[in-house]
């Protein structure tokens, strides 16, 4: 009975691997989303067939920080880019980006970071399926900045499978790497083991770190780790509990404007991605002081999953910005089915023709230069939402704003 239900999760390991490789075959590009019945879910971004992230259910803020402390130790977490919402399953995947282009983070252990969390995910996928259905989904239209090294998903796949059978060879089957060790019978625990390692374990044995965090503070594996707790964990001496995430600091990512949320699904959303806070708020004041809604995004690498979100009906985007530049962003929207057909207005300080044709095949419907004046922004919406001026809501004087990029 044990070898055949050994056999039906070998079978169900290997189907799941078999899709992860065909997506690498068929060069895709978008999401995995891998789900069990019992409701658990792993997720897997791709770009050209390479895996470039993933992200799990459970402990999603612990297993963040955890890596951030491995490969950032000097890194203060708390000041780094957390969303305040959970709006995107990536959120990690952009936070990391920002410590690696704020050159917090070197090469070396960018890719470490990377291939160790997508290997922790993939440990967890295998451990999770007990012989339960599994449904594939792929979504193309969610795609991520690749500006992170991609991994060998052959190779940690290979590993993942050989990491899982250590795992139950050593009897640790029924055991997860995110439980909280307890310690229950301290007396019997120091008549089983010397003074120092008793100091040790119950320095970290705390009934707050799990497993996983455990491993890092001792810098050894979590095999190792749960192997040598295993004997008092059978004898009780320590038990195990399942914990919670810890829940994200506040945010400073740039909050979306307030004309941008609400019930005016009929009033038109626009949105500005450019670097330039003064770009963005003279924008602000255009749109909405004609009784349109707004958004604006400063970080070009955070506007995907925010344009994902409020879906708008026009965007201003400007040709030149730190990380990623307008004719990359229009690229990446371009291939998004969502924004297929969603008109995009560059905005630069450049007039010149090659720049022009240049963003007219990464996808651009509208070049218009600055400065920026009221007319030519009103007449740029008005033209690609098909608006007429006097049903506008609200109607102020032109105004001028002179900024060059």
């Not at 999760?9 to 065909?22: D, S």
């Not at 067939?49 to 963040?64: D, F, K, L, M």
């Not at 940690?156 to 009897?171: N, R």
């Not at 029924?174 to 089983?192: D, F, G």
């Amino acid at each position: 009975m044990l070898n055949l239900q050994f056999m039906q999760l070998n079978n169900l390991i290997k189907t799941v691997i078999q899709e992860l490789k065909n997506c690498q075959k068929l060069k895709y590009t978008g999401e995995l989303n891998i789900k069990n019945e019992q409701g658990r879910n792993w997720k897997f971004y791709y770009q050209h067939g390479q895996v470039i992230w993933a992200t799990g259910s459970q402990h999603t803020h612990r297993r963040y920080r955890r890596y951030v402390h491995q490969y950032c130790p000097k890194l203060d977490i708390n000041n780094q880019y957390l969303p305040e919402k959970i709006t995107v399953d990536y959120w990690d995947y952009l936070s990391l980006q920002k410590i690696y282009t704020n050159q917090e983070i070197s090469d070396v252990d960018v890719k470490k970071f990377v291939e160790s969390f997508i290997s922790e995910i993939l440990f967890d996928l295998f451990q999770h399926l007990k012989l339960s259905k599994l449904s594939f989904e792929k979504h193309q239209e969610l795609m991520l900045n690749p500006s992170l090294p991609s991994v060998d998903i052959n190779l940690l796949t290979s590993q993942i499978q050989q990491s899982l059978l250590e795992w139950q060879e050593a009897g640790l089957e029924a055991i997860s790497p995110h439980a909280v060790p307890v310690l229950q019978q301290s007396e019997q625990l120091q008549k089983q083991v010397s003074l120092l390692v008793y100091q040790n374990l119950q320095r970290v044995i705390n009934g707050k770190n799990t497993l996983k965090e455990i491993s890092v503070k001792m810098n050894k594996s979590v095999f190792q780790i749960t192997r040598s707790l295993l004997p008092y964990i059978q004898q009780n001496i320590i038990m195990l509990k399942e914990v919670s995430d810890l829940p994200l600091p506040k945010s400073n990512i740039q909050k979306v404007s307030q004309f941008a949320v609400g019930s005016k699904s009929n009033v038109p959303l626009i949105a500005c991605i450019d670097d330039s806070p003064q770009m963005c708020e003279m924008l602000e004041k255009i749109v909405t002081s004609h009784g349109m809604r707004f958004i604006g995004i400063q970080h070009p690498l955070q506007a995907l999953p925010i344009l994902l979100e409020n879906k708008p009906d026009l965007i201003f985007l400007d040709l030149i910005m730190p990380i990623m530049s307008g004719y990359e962003v229009c690229e990446q929207l371009r291939r998004c089915s969502l924004f297929a057909k969603t008109p995009v207005v560059i905005l630069t300080g450049s007039d010149g023709v090659f720049d022009r044709v240049r963003a007219k095949v990464f996808g651009a419907t509208e070049f218009v230069t600055k400065p920026v004046e009221t007319d030519k922004i009103v007449r740029s919406i008005n033209k690609h939402l098909h608006l007429q001026p006097h049903k506008q809501t609200q109607q102020v004087s032109n105004l001028s704003f002179s900024y060059l990029t």
